[in-house]
C-alpha cells in the first residue's frame, strides 16, 4: 500500500521528507522491523520507540510515524500520538476488515472470557462461523486450539491482521474482549462494534487507571464510539450501569440484563447444586427454564449477558437456551479438577471476582464441608485491592492459605503482608501462609478432608508464573492433579 493511501485518514499529520513509498508491513518493534515496514515510534511509561528508529531503519524501514521530529532521510509522519493513531493506519492497511464482520465487543472487569466463548458457540449452533478474541489467544472455531494473542486485546496491526484473517476465512461474526487498556490505548481504533456488552465494572486495573472514574470512562469509550443501528448490552445490576447508558449515542439500542433489577432479561427462581445453576429467564414475551451445568451467580449474569447479547441479534431463545445447558464451561474458569475434596481451579483475580466464586463455592457446601480458599495477588499491579481480597477471603472462606500469584519484580513477602492487613483471624489453624506456591497447593492436600470444598484462585487457565528474574512453567489444575492424584472412574 502506499504510503499517501496509508494515512490518508490522518488528521493534522505533518510529513517531513515525504516520499510516496510502498508499505509492506507495519512495525512498533525494531528488533521485528521487516524490509518495507512503517516503523510506529510507540511511546511507553519504560521505553520510547523513537530510541530504536534507527535500527529499524537498519532493518528495513521504509518510513516512520513520530511524534517529534528525528534526524533521518525516510519519511516521516509526525502525529499528535503515535500510540493512538497506529490503530488508525492499521485499519487502514487491513482495509477496515470490521466492516465485514459481525463485531461483538464485550468489555468488564470480570465475565468477558466466558460471555465471548458463549457466544461464539451459540453462533456456531446457527450454522454461522464465529470467531474469538480473548485473555485465551484467538480462534475461529471453537473446536480450534488458541492461537497465541499477547494482551488480553491485541496491539492495533495485530488486532486488524486477525480480523483481516477472519474475513479471508469467511468468519461472519466475531466475539472479542475488549480491555480497559485496549480502549484507553486506542488498540480497536478503527474497528466498528455492531454490539457492546457490558459484564460488570468493579476494582481493578486501578495501578494503571488511578481511580475507578479513569476506569469507567477507558470502558465507556467502547460504548460512546457505537454508530446509529448498533445495540448496547448492560448489566442492569451494576452500579454503574445508569453511567454507561447515559453515554450510549442516539439511534443506539439499549438492551438490559439482570437479577436485582427489572431488565430486558432476567433470571428469577435462582437455584445452585453440585450439577450446576437453575432460573426462570424471563422476557417481555415468554419465561423458559435455564438449566445450567456452570455454577454460581456469576455464570448466571454471564449467560444471560450471552442471551440478552445473542437474542437480540436475531437467534431464537431455544437455540441460545440448548447451547448454555450443554456447556460445560470455559478453561481456568471455575473448573473442578478433583472431586473429593472438590478443588476448583479459578481466574478470580479481583476482590469482586474472589467474592463470587467463593460465594458459588459455597453454594456447594455439605454438612460437613469447610470452604478453603488458597490465593495470592500480583506483583506490579494495584496494591489497594490486596488487602480487599484478604478480607473477603478471611469472611467467606473457613480456611485460608496465602501464597503468591504472579510476584512479578516485587518481594512476595511484602505482596503477602498486604493481603494479610486485610485478615482479621489470627487463628494459625484457620490462616496459613505459604509463599511458594507449589508448596502452598501441597499443603492444602494435608488440612483437607474429602468433603471439603477447595478454591484455588487467581491464576486459573495460565501455564506459567511470573517471578523477579524469570518466568517458570507452573499450572494450578496440573500442581492439584500431582499433589492429590487422579481418582477412581
Known amino acids: 500500500m502506499k504510503l499517501s493511501k496509508l494515512i490518508s485518514e490522518l488528521t493534522r499529520e505533518e510529513r517531513i521528507n515525504f516520499q510516496d513509498v510502498e508499505v509492506t508491513g ?30 529499524a531503519e537498519e532493518n528495513g524501514a521504509v518510513a516512520l510515524m513520530t511524534e517529534k521530529i528525528l534526524d533521518t532521510k525516510l519519511p516521516q509522519i509526525k502525529v499528535q500520538s503515535t500510540r493512538h493513531q497506529i490503530a488508525d493506519i492499521a485499519a487502514a492497511f487491513y482495509e ?71 474475513v479471508e476465512n469467511n468468519i461472519k461474526t466475531i466475539a472479542t474482549e475488549v480491555s480497559s487498556h485496549s480502549l484507553e490505548q486506542n488498540r480497536v481504533g478503527g474497528t466498528e462494534f455492531n454490539t457492546a456488552v457490558l459484564t460488570n ?70 437455584s445452585f447444586s453440585m450439577h450446576g445453576a437453575e432460573y426462570t429467564l424471563v422476557t417481555k414475551d415468554t419465561s423458559k427454564k435455564v438449566s445450567l451445568q456452570l455454577n454460581g451467580m456469576f455464570s448466571v449474569y454471564n449467560t444471560l449477558a450471552a442471551i440478552a447479547t445473542a437474542h437480540s441479534n436475531g437467534i431464537e431463545l431455544d437455540t441460545i437456551i440448548k ?110 501462609v505459604e509463599p511458594d506456591r507449589r508448596k502452598a497447593i501441597e499443603l492444602l492436600k494435608k488440612i483437607s478432608e474429602p468433603a471439603d470444598i477447595i478454591m484455588v484462585a487467581g491464576k486459573g487457565h495460565e501455564d506459567y508464573q511470573i517471578l523477579k528474574d524469570k518466568t517458570i512453567h507452573f499450572d494450578d489444575r496440573e500442581e492439584v492433579r500431582k499433589v492429590f492424584g487422579s481418582e477412581e472412574k
Open 201 to 270: 465494572l468493579t476494582q481493578d486495573h486501578l495501578d494503571y487507571h488511578i481511580t475507578m472514574n479513569n476506569y469507567f470512562e477507558a470502558k465507556a469509550i467502547l460504548f460512546r464510539g457505537l454508530k446509529a443501528g448498533s445495540k448496547a448490552v448492560i448489566n442492569n445490576d451494576d452500579e454503574y450501569a445508569e453511567r454507561f447508558k447515559s453515554v450510549v449515542p442516539e439511534k443506539v439500542e439499549i438492551i438490559t440484563y439482570g437479577v436485582k433489577k427489572d431488565a430486558d432479561y432476567k433470571a428469577e427462581n435462582i
Open 323 to 432: 447451547v448454555l445447558e450443554e456447556t460445560k464451561g470455559v478453561a481456568g474458569r471455575f473448573e473442578a479438577v478433583h472431586k473429593h475434596p472438590l478443588v476448583i481451579v479459578d481466574y478470580a483475580h479481583t476482590p469482586d471476582g474472589l467474592e463470587n466464586v467463593l460465594k458459588a463455592a459455597a453454594e456447594l457446601k455439605g454438612e460437613n464441608s469447610r470452604l478453603i480458599c488458597l490465593f495470592g495477588c500480583g506483583g506490579d499491579r494495584d496494591a489497594t485491592k490486596r488487602p480487599k481480597m484478604g478480607k473477603i477471603a478471611d469472611e467467606k472462606a473457613d480456611i485460608i492459605v496465602v501464597t503468591s500469584d504472579n510476584p512479578r519484580s516485587e518481594n512476595p513477602d511484602l505482596i503477602i503482608s498486604d493481603i494479610m492487613a486485610g485478615i482479621q483471624t489470627v487463628n494459625p489453624k484457620r490462616v496459613f
Open 96 to 166: 477496515y476488515p470490521s466492516k465485514n464482520i459481525n463485531m461483538i465487543g464485550v468489555t468488564g472487569t470480570n465475565g468477558k472470557t466466558t460471555v465471548t466463548h458463549l457466544l461464539q458457540k451459540i453462533y456456531e449452533a446457527t450454522g454461522d462461523k464465529c470467531g474469538i478474541i480473548g485473555t485465551l489467544g484467538y480462534k475461529f472455531k471453537s473446536t480450534d486450539n488458541y492461537a497465541e494473542a499477547k494482551h488480553t486485546t491485541p496491539q492495533a496491526p495485530e488486532f486488524q491482521a486477525v480480523l483481516s484473517h477472519a
Open 26 to 55: 507495519i512495525s512498533y518493534n525494531s528488533k521485528t522491523t521487516k524490509k518495507g515496514d512503517i516503523f510506529v515510534c510507540l511511546v511507553g511509561e519504560n521505553s520510547d520507540g523513537h530510541n530504536f528508529a534507527k535500527m
